[in-house]
């Protein structure tokens, strides 16, 4: 049995409905050719009053292309409503995300105040509770900021102070910072290869690109995480490898991660966390730069790296990146007015 | 010390904070709590160990916790599973019940209310056990039922209740012959208020009399008693 809300149920639907007006058109087609012969057949002095040659044409060739037009915005509309399902379908895994993510430290936090309202704790057990507190509110205040942004990058206001990068000295400042947000030790994460040119970055903007596969990593690590950046530089390009050993992504799977609210649900993942929102964070970010992101990833359990490639500065993709530079003088100058 | 203290319960919760804070207040309640972080190490530990009680998060990694509850449920059909999720949706209700949940507590949750399902839930475990250590088959009709394994006969087909459904026997056939309230049945089954939709109750019953009533529209051991409540009658 087809369910009502499958892909294939929508797919059924559109096809019956393309049988429906085939069948519609031969039978048009076969009544007026039908009607063609009996008329022939009838006396010529008859048939010269009854056919008008050039008018019964007219209506086949119109009546077929409005069938035509008919059958075309059908294929139209099936896809747009294939494409709002979906989307709908999306929507509702991140309501039951965000509901989860929202709840759970909520419930903790709920459960430590009872607790300590309830038993008269030991200093050292009071410490631990407030500390779990603490925790769970600073992951609801980073949850409901991102929320909050979704509009922002959906206007692409996420990324605004671009600047003129050594890039590779970019990168190593901002491990460094990752290494300490994430405690990560040396053997952790590590960067291979070299590439002395510039980019036209926002370092906050492209701080949340690295760091979000970091967390990835992390997530969907069975065991320690090994993270590492190999750094290439080509004639008009600069490339960023970022490999984790983690549970890796089927290839089914690999268009979609960069999808809004898109979550892959795999028995075999070490995690449930998150909100669909990461990789595409990550993906219109490396956008706005003027660059890509692609996925690559050999088969479960052997890891995923991430290509990314960003335009060097001033040789590549030369009208974008004056784009980028004037939005943040524009920004810089407004900032500078607000403060005056 | 109340009889079900020191029970044994295993705790599947993957977030860390909630997990040591329920692991803490269950062990002050006097119950011996063993903690597992995901679903898979949940099946590991229910491999070696028994347990009185299950406390199960739905959101869980490797199997999740509807996974978890029907694993359970194809060995230990008695065992008590309450559900612990952020989840609200009726449709997730249902299916933590249908998977053999007993009972579905959401998140945020009072202490003191999951506290009291787990207290009522051990009690009517206990309860249960008792009743069925004593006769564990009960014939009626053509219909036979064993309450430990929860397999039962109906003279055409063999098939196998859950948990809930063999509690709300139990309790009727523990009751046979006097009128038992839907109230009566939500607070005692149920362990909830009566002033949760009784609709539930009627379900039930219409599951029971269907698997063992010769024509479940006039039934002859499942009678209604309109505006009072059920009576079981095995004549």
Not at chain 1, 159 to 170: C, D, G, S, T, V
Request: glycine share 6%; hydrophobic share 40%.
């Amino acid at each position: 049995m087809i369910r009502p809300h499958s892909f294939i149920y929508h797919i059924f639907i559109f096809v019956l409905a393309q049988i429906a007006w085939l069948v519609l058109l031969g039978i048009w087609i076969y009544r007026y050719v039908s009607n063609y012969i009996i008329f022939s057949k009838v006396d010529d002095r008859l048939s010269a009053q009854i056919l008008s040659e050039g008018r019964n044409v007219f209506i086949l060739v119109g009546g077929l292309i409005l069938l035509v037009m008919v059958s075309l915005a059908m294929s139209l509309l099936f896809h747009r409503l294939i494409m709002q399902f979906n989307l709908t379908r999306l929507y509702d895994n991140f309501i039951a995300n965000i509901t989860h993510e929202l709840k759970s430290p909520l419930a903790s936090i709920q459960l430590s105040l009872e607790t300590l309202s309830l038993h008269k704790l030991p200093r050292s057990q009071q410490q631990e509770f407030i500390s779990m507190m603490l925790r769970d509110s600073c992951r609801l205040n980073y949850l409901i900021n991102s929320i909050l942004e979704i509009p922002a990058i959906e206007h692409k206001k996420i990324a605004h102070n671009y600047r003129i990068f050594q890039i590779e000295p970019l990168i190593h400042e901002l491990i460094l910072e990752a290494r300490e947000q994430f405690n990560l030790s040396g053997d952790r994460i590590r960067i291979e290869g070299g590439a002395s040119c510039e980019c036209v970055i926002d370092r906050d903007a492209f701080r949340i690109v690295l760091n979000n596969l970091i967390d990835n990593s992390i997530k969907y690590t069975t065991g320690p995480v090994h993270i590492v950046l190999t750094l290439n530089r080509f004639a008009k390009r600069f490339t960023l490898d970022f490999s984790d050993q983690g549970i890796g992504i089927p290839v089914e799977d690999q268009k979609r991660v960069f999808e809004k609210f898109f979550r892959i649900h795999d028995q075999n993942s070490p995690n449930v966390k998150g909100t669909g929102l990461g990789l595409y964070w990550v993906r219109e970010i490396i956008r706005y730069h003027g660059g890509k992101i692609s996925i690559t990833s050999k088969g479960r359990g052997k890891g995923t790296t991430f290509h990314i490639e960003l335009p060097l500065y001033p040789i590549s993709k030369k009208r974008h990146i004056r784009n980028l530079l004037k939005i943040a003088r524009k920004r810089q100058d407004k900032d500078s007015f607000d403060g005056q | 010390m109340d009889s079900e203290k020191g029970s044994r319960i295993l705790l599947v919760e993957d977030e860390e904070s909630l997990a040591v804070g329920l692991e803490y207040n269950l062990t002050s309640e006097g119950y011996e709590v063993t903690r597992a972080g995901d679903g898979r190490q949940a099946l590991e530990i229910l491999k070696k160990q028994t347990f009185d009680l299950i406390v199960l998060d739905v959101m869980l990694p490797y199997n999740d916790g509807f996974e978890v509850a029907e694993i359970i449920r194809e060995d230990s059909p008695q065992l008590p599973i309450l559900m612990l999720t952020a989840r609200t949706a009726s449709r997730d209700r249902i299916h933590g019940l249908e998977a053999g949940a007993d009972d579905y507590l959401t998140k945020p949750f009072h202490l003191k209310e999951l506290l009291l399902r787990i207290q009522g839930m051990l009690k009517r475990s206990q309860w249960y056990q008792e009743l069925s250590r004593e006769n564990p088959v009960f014939r009626f009709g053509k219909n036979e039922v064993n309450f430990e394994n929860l397999i039962c006969t109906n003279g055409r087909q063999k098939f196998r209740l859950t948990a809930h459904e063999a509690i709300i026997l139990k309790y009727l056939i523990h009751h046979k012959g006097k009128i038992v309230s839907r109230k009566e049945l939500l607070e005692k089954v149920w362990n909830v208020r009566s002033d949760v939709e009784t609709r539930t109750i009627d379900n039930f019953i219409a599951r029971l009399r269907k698997y063992f009533e010769p024509v479940p529209k006039k039934p002859i051991y499942f009678k209604s008693v309109r505006a009072a409540g059920y009576l079981f009658s095995d004549q």
